[in-house]
């Protein structure tokens, strides 16, 4: 009679550790994916903010109000244009809105913004190391399940 019942145990304790294999692979990988992927965005958009700090800050310091620069028409079409007064730029304020700005005022936005960006990233990091300790957490439960023995901590590698 306890073969019957041994069986029974492996077959559910099998069924356990497909349900959390499933769950690591299907939500917290995923989960984990995402919340990389946007804080990557937000680190490019960073990026593209300082690269115009810089522009506008070489603008300054040249002095000259006429610029000559390429633009992009799309699809990596690029045509050479040539700006009569530089005083004055577009800046790109979210949600597709621009709005007309002098050097300082757009300086002071940057600033602004990429402080904001900065702390939603420190967040998406913050988040992505809750999510890692999940995955770490369901696996030390996968081991115990099955009676497996503590990986030696110089064979763990940093799960991605």
Do not use: W
């Not at 593209?48 to 006429?66: E, F």
């Amino acid at each position: 009679m306890s073969a019957p019942l041994d069986a029974n145990a492996n077959a559910n304790v099998d069924q356990k550790v497909q349900q959390y294999e499933n769950f690591i692979h299907e939500v917290l990988k995923r989960d984990l994916q995402k919340v990389l992927e946007q804080r990557d965005s937000v680190y490019e958009k960073i990026s593209q903010y300082l690269q115009l700090k810089n522009t506008i800050q070489s603008l300054q310091d040249s002095g000259c109000q006429k610029l000559k620069t390429d633009i992009d028409l799309g699809c990596n079409f690029f045509v050479q244009a040539e700006v009569e007064d530089s005083s004055k730029i577009f800046v790109a304020v979210g949600f597709g809105f621009f709005l007309e700005m002098t050097h300082d005022e757009a300086l002071k936005f940057i600033e602004k913004k990429t402080s904001q960006l900065t702390a939603f990233t420190d967040q998406q990091t913050k988040d992505s190391a809750k999510i890692k300790a999940n995955i770490r957490m369901v696996l030390e439960g996968l081991r115990e399940l099955q009676g497996l023995s503590d990986i030696p901590e110089d064979t763990r590698r940093e799960i991605h």
